[in-house]
């Protein structure tokens, strides 16, 4: 039996996929949760399955600077620390660049960059004064290398790594600990979000034929989490083994 793992936990996107799968693991694993997302009642579903675990969870849309405030202020009251920021709320409405989606593109800039980076800067006051703290995105392949048709997806996630390899840097004498996260294709509900279909016919099939499953993501996140306080882990790269 693994021993209880004693640390608080906030997660922003724990409503599906990545997220909800961490939820369900650390929930296992005795941590103390603090569970956000715009859809409360898939949160309650997960708080639900968990009768004995310390689980709290708020509504947010991580684009919303006042909403993820609240959800780290909260947790914060209730636990009386934060240890782990896990930041992986993300969308992915692929398209080539020539479709012109400007919407799409300003939510995933909206999500994928300014949550992070809200939730950064929500949580970051907290650890710096507890000289003590870790946040983990999840970031992606797509951060690392540039894939057509995903332009804008690929841009948000470069842009995320650049912001965690900055926050690792600056705050390595707090002793706050930063890592990106980056998995391949995993099945989730994130291919709904792809609007172009062509686009999506072929990432979706890609993912539903050998795609990661959630849990196994879940899992690279629990290692970067159990490592001690000495080892800062920059990037795991989670590929499905048929993946290029
Ligand atoms: P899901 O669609 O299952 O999960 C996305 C999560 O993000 C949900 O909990 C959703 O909650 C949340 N979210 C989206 N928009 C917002 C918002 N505005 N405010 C708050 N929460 C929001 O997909 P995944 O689990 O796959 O995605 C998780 C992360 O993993 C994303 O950052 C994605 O880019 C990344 N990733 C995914 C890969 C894959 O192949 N699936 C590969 C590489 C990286 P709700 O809608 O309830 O608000």
Same mark, same amino acid.
């Given at each position: 039996m693994n021993t209880p793992l004693d640390k608080v936990i906030v997660i922003m996107g724990a409503s599906s996929?990545?997220?909800?799968?961490?939820?369900?693991?650390?929930?296992?694993?005795?941590?103390?949760?603090?569970l956000a997302a715009r859809r409360l009642e898939r949160l309650e579903a997960?708080?639900?399955?968990?009768? &004995? %675990?310390?689980? +709290?969870?708020?509504? #947010?849309?991580?684009?919303?600077? *006042?909403?993820? &405030? %609240?959800?780290? +202020?909260?947790?914060? #009251?209730?636990?009386?620390?934060? *240890?782990?920021?896990?930041?992986?709320?993300?969308?992915?409405?692929?398209?080539?660049?020539?479709?012109?989606?400007?919407?799409?593109w300003k939510n995933m800039l909206d999500i994928n960059v300014m949550g992070v980076l809200n939730g950064i800067a929500a949580t970051l006051p907290i650890m710096e004064q507890q000289q003590a703290g870790y946040i983990i995105a999840t970031d992606s392949v797509a951060?690392?290398?540039?894939?057509?048709?995903?332009?804008?997806?690929?841009?948000?996630?470069?842009?995320?790594?650049?912001?965690?390899?900055?926050?690792?840097?600056?705050?390595?004498?707090?002793?706050?600990?930063?890592?990106?996260?980056?998995?391949?294709?995993?099945?989730?509900?994130?291919y709904t979000t792809i609007r172009d279909q062509a686009t999506g016919e072929s990432l979706r099939q890609a993912q539903q034929e050998w795609g990661l499953t959630s849990e196994d993501v879940a899992q690279a996140v629990l290692y970067a989490i159990d490592t001690p306080d000495r080892v800062s882990i920059s990037n795991l790269i989670i590929r499905p083994t048929q993946q290029q």
């Amino acid at each position: 039996m693994n021993t209880p793992l004693d640390k608080v936990i906030v997660i922003m996107g724990a409503s599906s996929g990545i997220g909800e799968a961490t939820a369900r693991l650390l929930a296992a694993r005795g941590a103390k949760l603090m569970l956000a997302a715009r859809r409360l009642e898939r949160l309650e579903a997960i708080r639900k399955a968990y009768p &004995e %675990a310390d689980i +709290q969870i708020k509504q #947010a849309d991580v684009t919303e600077f *006042d909403q993820v &405030e %609240a959800v780290v +202020q909260e947790a914060k #009251a209730v636990y009386g620390r934060i *240890d782990v920021l896990f930041n992986n709320a993300g969308i992915m409405p692929t398209a080539p660049l020539a479709a012109g989606h400007r919407e799409d593109w300003k939510n995933m800039l909206d999500i994928n960059v300014m949550g992070v980076l809200n939730g950064i800067a929500a949580t970051l006051p907290i650890m710096e004064q507890q000289q003590a703290g870790y946040i983990i995105a999840t970031d992606s392949v797509a951060g690392h290398i540039v894939y057509p048709e995903s332009a804008v997806y690929c841009g948000t996630k470069f842009a995320v790594r650049a912001i965690m390899e900055g926050l690792r840097q600056e705050q390595r004498e707090n002793n706050v600990k930063s890592t990106i996260i980056s998995p391949g294709a995993v099945q989730t509900e994130l291919y709904t979000t792809i609007r172009d279909q062509a686009t999506g016919e072929s990432l979706r099939q890609a993912q539903q034929e050998w795609g990661l499953t959630s849990e196994d993501v879940a899992q690279a996140v629990l290692y970067a989490i159990d490592t001690p306080d000495r080892v800062s882990i920059s990037n795991l790269i989670i590929r499905p083994t048929q993946q290029q």
